[in-house]
């Protein structure tokens, strides 16, 4: 094969043009590696990936080798309408309900404006750390009305080849929650969304909301991904009564249950007898370890539980797992950068997940979110997938998990959008010698 072609860095590719990418170790669907070449054509798509293709045609040709190439990262779950709220929204409590009221008080004031601003400088620290597709929550209720929904859904259309956005219908239950309002607006909200979702444990009738959610999903024909039992007592739960409605409403493989705490805190016969169903039924679980690490077991006088869902048994008993960011400084997460390394490292501890279980955790914000959001094959490294990757100097998966890169670059829809390093100031010998 023809190899001669003349040579451009990764920083100097032009936007627009077709390149190849060779020599590099590449992260494939199932996980295994092998050193591979990239082609990537103009339109942002991947022609190829194999070992050894012919790059004569391509517009430029660069030498990977001794570098790692990922699919980009996914977050499966965030609130881009809550984000970078945390000066303005105290939660002294440190309890979701406190967060629930601080952020509903400030929803009545946040303008699309601000709402705007917020989100776009959370989806650029988010795309500069990796992350090439977010699917975000947005509150949809008396209080934030739809100037989240709809300030959103421009964001996501006007940014759509930077990053891959996701909606979800946020119908959060309102106190004294009026179902005439959330039967008026749902079908509004839906139509502006990528999916459905809400919260039943805090709605006044759960059948009922449940029933409302699942209804509309279907009529639209978009799938459902609800916050479920985010809180760990084991005698009220509703997931029998989710997962009844995903068999009546035929939602097999297009339901997410996002947190499910829960799960964590009932007896072992219970958990598997419903982790028995919710592989039966395809249901997909994202877990949310920042929020349910930092939210849940406050009120314990003894050490707390982790407040997460059993991730590792999970995973184990072959239910797509993903897990997310959540919320990202604001009154329910008060930390977070975008980076979901370091959301796949927490998982990992936090989860229990063992340490030669690092490329579990890779797929966890890689593969299993591209299932959940239904990417398909638009996603991964394989021809015909949007050419959204990162190029990192780590030798494998697991050293990209453990430790993450010191020089990475993020590439989306086939065009660099981020370039990284992490330097060392070295100081002269001499000058050391004289200081010791």
């Not at 008396?142 to 946020?170: C, M, P, W, Y």
């Not at 977070?336 to 370091?342: A, F, K």
Request: negative net charge; proline residues 5%; contains cysteine.
């Amino acid at each position: 094969m023809v190899r001669d072609n003349p040579t451009a860095s990764l920083v100097n590719l032009a936007s627009g043009q077709s390149f190849a990418l060779t020599g590099g170790t590449v992260i494939h669907d199932d996980g295994s590696q092998s050193i591979s070449d990239i082609l990537v054509g103009a339109n942002g798509r991947i022609i190829a990936v194999e070992p050894l293709l012919d790059t004569t045609s391509c517009g430029a040709c660069v030498d990977i080798a001794g570098m790692l190439v990922s699919p980009g990262f996914l977050d499966a779950h965030q609130h881009l309408d809550k984000t970078g709220v945390l000066r303005f929204t105290p939660n002294p409590s440190g309890t979701l309900q406190g967060a629930r009221e601080a952020f509903a008080k400030y929803a009545r004031t946040a303008g699309p404006d601000d709402i705007h601003k917020r989100a776009t400088r959370t989806i650029g620290r988010c795309l500069s750390r990796g992350t090439t597709a977010i699917r975000s929550h947005i509150n949809v209720d008396k209080d934030a009305g739809f100037h989240g929904i709809e300030t959103l859904a421009s964001i996501r259309d006007n940014a759509k080849d930077r990053i891959t956005l996701q909606l979800v219908a946020f119908m959060t239950p309102h106190p004294g929650q009026d179902f005439e309002w959330l039967g008026k607006n749902i079908d509004g909200a839906v139509a502006l969304a990528d999916a459905v979702g809400g919260t039943p444990a805090v709605s006044e009738d759960p059948p009922r909301y449940l029933d409302t959610l699942f209804s509309a999903a279907v009529k639209a024909g978009k799938p459902v991904d609800l916050h479920l039992d985010e809180h760990l007592n084991a005698g009220v739960h509703l997931l029998d009564a989710a997962l009844d409605r995903v068999e009546r409403f035929g939602m097999q493989g297009r339901t997410v249950f996002s947190h499910v705490s829960v799960l964590s805190a009932l007896p072992r016969p219970d958990f598997q007898r419903i982790a028995e169903r919710i592989l039966a039924l395809d249901v997909g679980v994202v877990t949310l370890p920042a929020a349910n690490l930092y939210l849940q077991g406050r009120d314990y006088e003894m050490l707390p539980p982790r407040g997460l869902t059993r991730v590792a048994e999970l995973h184990r008993a072959g239910i797509t797992i993903a897990t997310a960011s959540d919320n990202i400084q604001d009154p329910f997460v008060p930390t977070g950068s975008g980076d979901m390394l370091e959301i796949a490292r927490w998982t990992l501890l936090a989860g229990h997940l063992r340490g030669d279980e690092l490329a579990a955790a890779h797929r966890m914000i890689t593969m299993a979110p591209a299932r959940l959001m239904g990417l398909g094959k638009n996603y991964g490294l394989r021809a015909g997938a949007r050419a959204d990757f990162v190029v990192t100097d780590c030798i494998d998966t697991d050293t990209l998990v453990a430790g993450g890169p010191d020089r990475a670059f993020v590439f989306s829809k086939g065009r660099l959008v981020s370039d990284t390093a992490t330097t060392l100031t070295r100081v002269e010998e001499s000058r050391m010698t004289e200081d010791a």
